[in-house]
């Protein structure tokens, strides 16, 4: 896809909300937990809301526009968490708890993978989080 075709694509689209909210949200996300990622994506993934890679890039799927702001921050969280904790094992599981508490019946609502891996993002896409760390300065 172009960016001209992915836009009038989307046109059709009845969002929950836009991608400037959810950069903001992984934002203020990323201030609570302590983490800053290299680099913040939207692009089309039909397998899984989002992903971290190894180098710290995180991707969310743009069907995540889609769904309410509380299965939105539990994607958001749980993607976040993976810059510092690679794996789903109980550290990871507590943290996302005491973020999210009750993020195991948010997670049920969905069939769709949480994780995956990042190949290449579309730069179009590009949530352009400062790199110099968060939040953006006013």
């Given amino acids: 896809y172009n960016y001209i075709e992915l836009r009038q694509e989307l046109a059709g689209y009845d969002f929950r909300t836009t991608p400037e909210a959810l950069k903001k949200a992984v934002q203020s996300w990323a ?13 089309r993934m039909t397998a899984k809301w989002g992903s971290c890679s190894p180098r710290g890039r995180i991707c969310f799927s743009l069907d995540l526009l889609l769904e309410s702001q509380e299965f939105q921050a539990l994607v958001i969280v749980h993607e976040l968490l993976h810059l510092q ?31 995956g891996s990042c190949v290449r993002p579309d730069p179009h896409y590009y949530l352009q989080l400062p790199s110099q760390g968060l939040p953006l300065q006013k």
């Fill in 31 to 43: 201030v609570r937990i302590g983490v800053t990622p290299n680099g913040v994506y939207l692009q």
């Fill in 85 to 115: 904790i690679p794996n789903h094992g109980k550290l990871f599981k507590s943290l996302l708890s005491a973020f999210i508490p009750g993020w195991e019946s948010i997670r049920s609502r969905s069939p769709r993978a949480f994780c």
